[in-house]
């Protein structure tokens, strides 16, 4: 069974990718794409004057449910969407969006548990949603029968509770007790209560932890590991578990044993069984930054640390061979495993020492790993050739690996799914910018995946194109992206153009389909761009490592670079080219905003990182350190207060009408970051819109009706904009 320690910790390993999947899309990259030495690289457009001050006038936004700052996000919020909503559009595009997001239509995406696939399932009659299961032989059907195991609408109104399901922990195999995590509005800290599906009702004095930033695993029916707010400094400096305890049912929590402490600078602690067929592993992660982590495995000798590199993924256990990703080229006992390779060996001997590694695959210039998962006897290996997906089975046997090919459509993004240690088969998600999402279900009988479940076309995809285009960096590296639009487009610069990208965290963007942008802004008229700039992982950690710390402007100029390349191909020009980007592509969107406010013609700045001197400060800012550097240290701020938005907006700059928006509920980026950087362009005489969503959480909405919403005040103002 595949354990990726990644999903032990997607709380942090995701805490800044983009804010709305429905609007992320994806590009290839070129063989000969060039990655620049760090000593090589210098800004290409470096902002020389700053606002840098010790005094911050605007701290105290920061007080994210003061009075104070709640009547003034109350008095901006009624400024914009007065204005917005005001636009015959808006109604317009909220109708279309809501109808798709409640539609019947969709797929009910599911993961498997024992004999059951389980899905969490929001339309007009349940917004805050259901948990359901159904069988395999239901599940196939154009209308399935499902069982309802939660309701989440009956439980917050008989609760008085505005709870969002977070997801949930099952006890394996027989996965009949579960670890339900609900939140209040949206926000990442979580309620976990202890659930029992047969009678479908929470545990009486059952497992209970009150709201907070927490992680628990199952050891077995009556024990947990948990980390947890327990008070007296037990959270790292990011908002996170440093401390792991193994906690009896029945015991009260300030009495569970404590089996490990990190350090409070570490980003977090936290403790998984890993299961294997009929072997368990207990495992200990130490996330001593963003990027790098000791992690232990637990004997009853006591802790024996993994012979790894801190930077490496421990990617899994299937059929006694642990695998290792590599993020660096590791050197041991004599021989270099390569940048980006995944390794196995068998776990026993991993454990007692051995390091004759096997490279199960070593990635070319053109190839990333998406995702490593497994199956009864295989692993399956997503990978991102030129950011356009194929997915191989991979099978340890007579000591080799043997890879095949599984045989899906061509030029799009692919995702597995229900995958299940006792059989080979499993479920595969395609779609493209044009091709609406189909479920394909894999079957080990026949060695084939065939469609199972198709979304209908939200839009009519008939008239539109989609090209790859290279723009070139002033470095020689070639930066891919994507263009949407219609087929008749004339290249005349007066063409509404979107232009979304991301740029960090190694998270890659790829060509996916979003019924939001289709109807929202291709319908309208629009060109759709996507940039796969460096800071992603499109091209494996080195793309990634290109944009890291002191080299971020990489990320920016990049961006710059395509828009440029838009606006020289005569696509679109300054007058009707708007960005778009959420959380780090919010600070993405902010800096090039400040950096080239002549380019653009609107900016989209969602959930955004904005002040670098406090970002680690704030929240959970102080784990992603790892990516952009130490505002306190006095070399590290040298860099990053060049780029900093909240410091480099001037008040004799014109700027567009940016439009911030954010949310109350958002516990990982700090609404502050939006709500400082309005209240000074603001100051400094700049209009500007800002929407602050007192629900949401880091998502900005946390219904169908928010998210329908919010996105029509978005395309509202982007197609206000640049008309």
Known sequence: MNIKLLSLVSAVALALTACDNAEQTQAPVQPETVIVKEAEQKPETAITETNVSNEDPYIWLEDVEGEKALAWVEENNKTSLGYLKSKPLYQELYDKNLKVYDSDERIPYVGQMG??????????????????????????????????????????????????????????????????????????????????????????????????????????????????????????????????????????????????????????????????????????????????????????????????????????????????????????????????????????????????????????????????????????????????????????????????????????????????????????????????????????????????????????????????????????????????????????GKNPTLLYGYGGFEVSLRPSYSSTIGMDWLEQGGVYALANIRGGGEYGPRWHQAALKKNRHIAFTDFITVGEDLVASKITSPRHLGIRGGSNGGLLVGTVATMRPDLFNAVVCQVPLLDMKRFNQLLAGASWMGEYGNPDNEDEWEYIKTYSPYHNVDKDTEYPKIFFTTSTRDDRVHPAHARKMVALMQEQGHDVLYYENTEGGHGGASNNKQSASLNALIYTYLADQLK
Request: glycine content about 6%; overall charge negative.
């Open 115 to 492: 004999d059951y696939f389980y899905n969490f399932w929001r339309d007009g009659t349940n917004q805050r949603g259901l948990w359901r299961r159904t069988t395999l032989e239901e599940y196939k059907k154009d209308s399935p029968k499902w069982e309802t195991i939660l309701d989440l609408d009956k439980l917050a109104e008989s609760e008085g509770e505005n709870w969002v399901y977070k997801g949930s922990n099952c006890l394996y195999p027989e996965y009949k007790r579960c670890l339900l995590n609900l939140s209040r509005g949206g926000a990442d800290a979580t309620v976990v209560r202890e659930f029992d599906i047969p009678s479908k009702s929470f545990v009486e004095k059952g497992f209970y932890l009150p709201e907070a930033k927490s992680n628990v695993s199952w050891i077995d029916l009556n024990t947990v590991y948990v980390g947890t707010d327990f008070g007296d400094g037990s959270m790292t400096d990011s908002g996170y578990s440093r401390v792991v305890k193994e906690w009896k049912r029945g015991e009260p929590l300030e009495k569970a044993k404590t089996i490990f402490e990190g350090e409070k600078s570490d980003v977090w602690v936290a403790a998984s069984v890993a299961h294997d067929k009929n072997k368990a592993y207990k495992i200990i992660y130490q996330g001593l930054t963003f990027y790098t982590s000791d992690i232990f495995l637990v004997t009853d000798e006591g802790l024996q640390k993994l012979n790894r590199p801190q930077d490496s993924s421990f990617a899994g256990i299937s059929n006694d061979q642990m695998l290792l990703e590599l993020k660096s080229d590791w050197t041991i006992d004599g021989k270099t495993y390569p940048q980006a390779a995944l390794l196995s060996m068998n776990i026993d001997d991993y454990f007692a020492g051995k390091t004759n590694f096997t490279e199960v695959l070593v990635p070319d210039n053109q190839t990333s790993i998406s995702g490593v998962s497994s199956t009864k006897d295989y692993v399956l290996i997503n990978t991102l050739k030129d950011v356009v997906s194929e997915l191989h089975r991979y099978q340890f046997k007579d000591g080799k690996w043997s890879n095949e090919k599984v045989d899906m459509p061509d030029l799009g993004s692919i995702s597995v799914a229900g995958t299940s240690d006792e059989h080979n088969n499993f479920f595969v998600n395609y779609n493209n910018f044009l091709t609406p999402s189909s479920l394909y279900y894999f079957d080990s009988a026949t060695n084939k995946a065939s469609v199972l479940k198709s979304l209908p076309a939200f839009f009519d995809a008939k008239p539109y194109k989609v090209e790859q285009k290279f723009a070139t960096a002033k470095d020689g590296t070639k930066i891919p992206y994507f263009l949407v639009m219609h087929k008749d487009t004339e290249y005349n």
